[in-house]
């Protein structure tokens, strides 16, 4: 039995377990980088989440990966899928034969950057980075933003100060966008964030961010 014999029996199988396990979930693609939910569904779907298989392990603090099982025939890597009963996640990961990864995404961010000022001679106003100056490159889009374990302390070191968080965010990639460091992120909570690593892996996005306290 060749590999994609096997792949469309495993994902048959996924799709009758998930009839019986799951609920019925909407199945998005996105066509632009804007509001990828906002998009007419690919399909409906009926889907189950789980920390692992056995379904014997529950969700805990901290971890954003998810294991998905739906049939995975007309489901792409970065789609999303919304459910009623779990949330929205996006699919990370299809490795072969293997469980389907996803993350769920518990924010709606939007990524800004700072177009650099032109150059002029002589005493010019300031010239850092201002609101007025910023422009979007990516908006409303599912993403997971996990507080980190440590913080980052402010050089004054002050005795009542406390540390500026750090955050890990996922999210699905986008073909020909680019993400720097010091590109801005905006929840939909409101809180700012200042890009400091960024790392386009298989799976999506990971962006180390700071938390900017404005």
């Known amino acids: 039995m060749d590999a994609m014999r096997l792949a469309a029996i495993i994902n048959a199988s996924n799709g009758r377990a998930a009839k019986r396990l799951g609920s019925l979930t909407t ?8 509001d990828p939910l ?12 789980t920390a692992n298989t ?5 969700e805990r603090f901290g971890k954003a990966t998810w294991i998905g099982t739906f049939d995975a025939t007309d489901v792409h890597a970065g789609d999303f899928l919304v459910s009623p009963v779990d949330g929205t996640f996006f699919v990370a990961a299809m490795p072969g034969l293997l469980p389907v990864l996803c993350v769920r995404t518990e924010r709606i961010i939007s990524v800004l950057r700072t177009t650099p000022e032109q150059e002029h001679s002589g005493l010019q106003d300031y010239g850092g980075t201002t609101q007025a100056a910023e422009r979007v490159m990516l908006s409303s889009w599912p993403a997971s933003i996990l507080m980190g374990a440590r913080g980052e302390r402010s050089p004054l070191s002050l005795p009542s100060e406390v540390r500026i968080p750090w955050f890990t965010v996922l999210m699905a990639d986008f073909d020909g966008l680019l993400i720097r460091s010091g590109d801005i992120l905006i929840d939909d909570l409101g809180r700012r964030f200042i890009a400091s690593g960024t790392e386009l892996t298989h799976m999506g996005w990971r962006i180390t961010a700071m938390l900017a306290m404005v």
């Open 38 to 49: 906002s998009a007419p569904p690919v399909q409906q779907l009926c889907a189950t989440f």
């Open 27 to 34: 199945h998005y693609r996105a066509a632009g980088l804007s």
């Open 54 to 58: 056995s379904y014997q392990v529950p």
